[in-house]
Every structure is written in C-alpha cells, then in structure tokens.
C-alpha cells in the first residue's frame, strides 16, 4: 500500500510559473502599447487620425504624416545634429570614460572612495543649473549654438554613468589573465589592448547604449545650449505647442525609433556578457 | 635556462602590518625543481610572484641566470608561467593561447607552428586546437595553460598551485604527466603549492614557508623524516607527525613518558634530565597485540581501515597518537595495545622553541 501523493507543492510551482508568464506579458505591454500606438499614428492619414472610434489596428497606413514631419523645416538638420551629438558624446565619453573606469577597477590610489562618490555628483546638479553658466561660459568662448557645445554638456552628463559601467566591467575581467598576457610579454598597453579590451567589450557596448540613448533623448541642455543648430528633440519641443496633432505623433516616432534600432544593434554584445548568467 | 638568486627579500603589502615575506633566501640551481610549500598566508605566492615581477619587493634583490631583475616589469624578465586559474585567454582559440608569448616575442611564424603543434602533442591537445577555451573541460584548459608555458624557452618556469583545481584523479594523474614534462625540458622551475603530497613528489627541494620565512628547506625526503621543527613535521605527512612531551632521564639512556620508559636516541646523551618534544611519525611505530620488551602500552581510541593499512588513533599518557597498522592487524576501540618505537626513527625537539635537537 502506497502512500497518497501531495501534489499541493508541484500545482503551487505550476500556478507560480504562470503568474510570473503573467508579469513578464504585462511589463511588456506597459512597453509596447505606447510605442504601439505612436507608431500607428505616424503610419496613419491625417484624415484617419480624428474619426472616432480610433481604430487600433494598422488598416489605414500611409508615409504621408512621416513625410510631412521630415520636411518640415530644421528637422532633417535637427536629425543630423542629433547623430553627430550622440555619437560625438559616445567617443569623448569612451575616451575619458574607460581609462577612469580601468584606473578605478586595478589601481588602488588616495582618495578612490571620494571620487567615485564626486563623480556621481554632476548628476545631483539639475541640467538647468549646469546649462545657464555654461552657455555663458560657450558664448565667451564661440563654441555657443554648435554641436561641440552639446557634445560637450552631454560627455560630462554620461561621463559618471560611462565610469562606473566600465569600472565594474573591468572588475569581471580576471586580474591574472591581465598578468598571463604581461608575463608572456605584453607591455601594460599591450595587455590592455590585446586581452582587456576584447573580454570587457561588451559590457563597454552596454555602456556606449547608455550614452547614446542619454544624449539621444536629453533636451533641456540641448535647448539651453543652441538656437540654429537644435538636436532633434530641442527642436521637436521648440515647435510642439504650435503644430498639429499628426505632426507630434510623427515627431515622437522619429525621436524613438533611432534608439530602438541603436538598442537592437548593441543588444548582441549585452546577451554575450550575461548570457551566461541571465536567459 | 638559469639559477634563481633571492637574497634578504622584504615585501609588506600596503595596509597590512605583517610581512608577507620576512627576509628570505633561497638559492635555485639552474635546472632545479623547488617547490615552495606552506599553508594560506605563508607568503609562498608572493614570493612566487616577486619572482615573476608580479609583485615588486620593499628590499632585497632577485637574480636570474647573473642578472638582477629584482625591478624589472615581468615582460623583460624571460619567465614564463602556469597560473592557478589557468588564465587562458577566452576569447582566443587554443592554437592563438599556446602560441601566444611567441607571438610577442616576434617569432616566425612556421616556427611558432611547429611549437605549437609539438605542445599540443606533448599535452594531447592536437584534435582541440581550433575551439574556444569556452568549450573545453577544466582539465583540457589547465593543459592549454602548461602547453602556452613550455612553448617558451623561458629561463625560469613558474607554477603556482596548477594542480588545485583539478578534482582528485585528474590531479594524481597530471601529477605524474607534469612531472615527466619538466624533467624532459630541463627548465628551473618554481612550483608553489599547499599540498604536502605533491611537493614531496615534484621537488628537487622543498622549502616549507610559515609566516613569510621559510621554515626549511632541503630534499624532500630529508624534510620528511627529519622535520627542523614542530611546524614542518606538522604539516607534511599524511597523517602528521605526532608529538608528544617526555623527559629524558638523568643517564641520557632512556625517555621517559609518563610512568612509561622508552630507549632514547643516543643524539640524547648530551641532554639528560631534560623537558623534549618527541616527534614520531605514524608508520615508525610498530603495532602489536603482545608486549615486546620496551614497548609502550596505548589504549585504542579510533580504528579506521585504509585499506592498504589500518590508521589508529590511540592514547599514550594522555597524548592522542595516529600509528599506522598492518591491514591483518585486528583490534578494537577500548583495547590496550604495544607500540614499539625504533630509536633511529624518533626525532627529539626543544619544548620551548619547537626546534629540532641537534646531538651537541
């Protein structure tokens, strides 16, 4: 004679799986639906835009909103802008950014905890703050109204993040596969080049997306800081109050599908790092 | 190929209030294979990576085949290494691994080839060569690690713990294998490890290092039977050497322990009536069930059978003593049995500073 069996525990392991579908499904959602639907209004008729009831599903696609919106004045310049600031930003980031992060992951020098707490400190500083002496500051020096000067504003806001990212990064490389390539022969700079690097790529993609994506949507500094020559969403905002509803759509689908396709290019190197952790 | 020359090295980590390395010396025949034995914190890596130039010393000097390298960055110094994590580089194929110091050493190319291929023969990595470390066993890439280290013509190769994260039979295994390849290539080597077996089995000479000194150095047999003090024979031997306190009698004749006496050694003459540790490893004492003259009473504590022996624990005067059994010995827990101890066998230590008696 058997026992009967308690299935109470594997019916909980069941029910706990489902609701956890049911989270991820619902997370999802709270993501998608918005990109969604300002996708749809891009896509649509300027006509289809305001019956009533709006149909949900993509029965009247048209490019006629999307082509409106680009040739608009100042919005293809403000597109050109944007790329130049972003990538711009990208580099001055990585140039100053991963050489600190490399110091603050192998070196133990004075005063490492104090600096690491300053650097967060830019971020404390509200943009508004930063970006009024700064303009001034740019006006003195004619770099005012230029992409240098966003460029600039945006490496010292990404600068802090870039750090810490790629101080953490270096920390998952292991020190003595470093000190293999310096025993085998390697100068420091050719151990940092031929093994560092390759292995802490891809949290450094990782990085980069945070960059990118920062100056991509900030627009309070890029506001500030040019007149003529407006990064996409400054633009965007200086013309939103007076433009019609179509218009906005077709704006907010510009300014998010650029940093989708930047996210899904880099998504690779971010699976390859916590692939093996995380899937 | 070259000798090793460390002379007076001091190295004390920053923060921390002890030496790491307390004024050591040691002389490495060219050819010679030393292993520096001792448990976490001995200071025995960071030697090994002063060596390797890894680790920069506070003072003292390291000298390599006549040249002083005590400064010098590791790239200048000709070494090569196997580290204990491996340290396979893991975005590179094995091929690009093994072959890699000759890469930076700019040597031609059809040379690095042959090398690489003969590595990878010696160490059965041939059909591996073209995967990823990713995709070998540990095993496989601790042989990737030694394969990249013999390529080299190195002066000096350094191994620190390379067998310890191989489980059991792959270390008893590679023990062997590790041991036949150095021995064919001839090169000095320094081989750091906790493990009192495989120092026992690899070196040339050992030198045993307790708080960043080293507590003796010698061929390993002799560090085997005749511990410099109650540290060493402590910590090699499986099971440790057991020590007990006994006294030696006003003629120097005999020890005494206890109510019980024993034939003392005669390097004991010279040191009657006085307090001594005896030292006394487990397979020197003989077992029996019936007394022999001079033997001494134990009472059985613990009977384990090994197999190829029978490991007891027993009690003398109060000391608790492993002994070593023949594998017919029957006994049980509770039982009095004799241990007969063979004079030539026991070594005598001071009370007080643990040092081995020398007969004056």
């Known amino acids: 004679m058997s026992t009967p069996v308690d299935t109470t525990p594997i019916a909980r392991q069941k029910r706990n799986r489902f609701l956890l579908q049911a989270a991820c499904i619902a997370v999802s959602l709270f993501m998608l639906i918005p990109i969604y639907l300002i996708s749809l209004a891009a896509l649509s008729t300027r006509d289809s835009l305001n019956q009533f009831p709006l149909s949900l599903l993509p029965t009247n696609l048209s490019v006629e909103t999307l082509n409106a919106f680009l040739g608009s004045t100042g919005i293809f310049g403000a597109l050109g802008n944007s790329l130049i600031v972003g990538l711009g930003t990208l580099l001055f980031a990585a140039i100053i950014g991963v050489p600190a992060g490399y110091a603050i992951a192998r070196y133990s020098f004075k005063g490492k905890d104090p600096y690491q707490l300053f650097l967060l400190f830019t971020r404390a500083l509200p943009i508004v703050v930063l970006s009024v002496p700064l303009a001034r500051l740019f006006l003195t020096v004619d770099i005012y109204d230029t992409t240098y000067a966003v460029i600039l504003l945006h490496t010292a806001l990404a600068l802090p993040t870039t750090i810490l990212i790629s101080a953490s990064v270096f920390l998952s490389v292991p020190i003595d596969v470093e000190e293999a390539a310096r025993l085998f022969g390697c100068t420091p700079l050719g151990a940092f080049g031929r093994v560092v690097l390759p292995m802490a790529l891809p949290g450094l993609a990782a990085a980069s997306i945070f960059t990118f994506v920062m100056s991509w949507n900030e627009v309070l500094g890029a506001s500030i800081l040019t007149l003529d020559h407006r990064t996409l969403p400054a633009q965007v905002l200086s013309s939103l109050s007076d433009s019609p509803l179509a218009y906005r759509f077709a704006g907010g689908f510009a300014l998010v599908i650029p940093s989708i396709i930047f996210i899904a290019l880099m998504r690779r190197y971010l699976t390859n790092m916590w692939g093996s952790t995380i899937r | ?360």
């Open chain 2, 1 to 360: 190929m070259a000798d090793i020359q460390i002379s007076n090295l001091v190295k004390t980590y920053p923060g921390g209030s002890e030496r790491a390395t307390d004024d050591v010396s040691l002389q490495i025949q060219d050819g010679e294979f030393t292993v520096l034995l001792g448990p976490s914190g001995c200071g025995k890596t960071t030697l090994l990576r002063m060596i390797a130039g890894l680790e920069l010393p506070d003072s003292g000097s390291i000298a390599i085949g006549g040249r002083d390298v005590t400064y010098l960055p590791p790239n200048k110094r000709n070494l090569s290494m196997v580290f204990q994590s491996y340290a396979v580089f893991p975005h590179r194929k094995v091929r690009y691994n093994i072959g890699f110091g000759l890469r930076m050493a700019k040597v031609p190319a059809e040379e690095i080839e042959r090398k690489v291929q003969w590595a990878a023969d010696l160490l059965q990595l041939g059909p591996y060569l073209d995967r990823l470390p990713a995709n070998l066993s540990g095993g496989q890439r601790q042989r990737v690690a030694v394969a990249r280290a013999i390529v080299m013509d190195a002066d000096v190769l350094l191994m620190d713990e390379p067998l310890s994260n191989l489980d059991a039979l792959l270390r008893l295994t590679f023990r062997s294998e590790l041991k036949k390849i150095v021995q064919d290539l001839g090169t000095t080597t320094v081989y750091v490890t906790h493990d009192q077996s495989e120092a026992l089995s690899l070196g040339d000479q050992v030198a045993v290092m307790r708080k960043g000194r080293i507590a003796q150095l010698g061929d390993p047999l002799d560090v085997y039977d005749a511990p410099a003090d109650r540290f060493v024979g402590g910590f090699i031997g499986s099971p440790p050497m057991n020590f007990m306190d006994a006294a030696v009698s006003h003629d120097g004749g005999t020890l005494v322990l206890g109510e019980q006496q024993l034939m003392a050694p005669s390097i004991l003459r010279s040191f009657a009536g006085r307090d001594v540790l005896l030292g006394v490893r487990a397979e020197n004492v003989t077992v029996r069930n019936e007394r022999s003259s001079g033997d001494v009473a134990a009472t059985v504590l613990v009977v384990e059978p090994m197999g190829s022996t029978i490991l007891l624990t027993v009690e003398v005067d109060g000391h608790t003593l492993k002994v070593q059994a023949p594998p017919t010995f029957r006994t049980a827990p509770h039982k009095t049995i004799w241990l007969g101890f063979a004079p030539n066998t026991m070594r005598v230590y001071d009370r007080e500073t643990s040092m081995a008696l020398e007969a004056k």
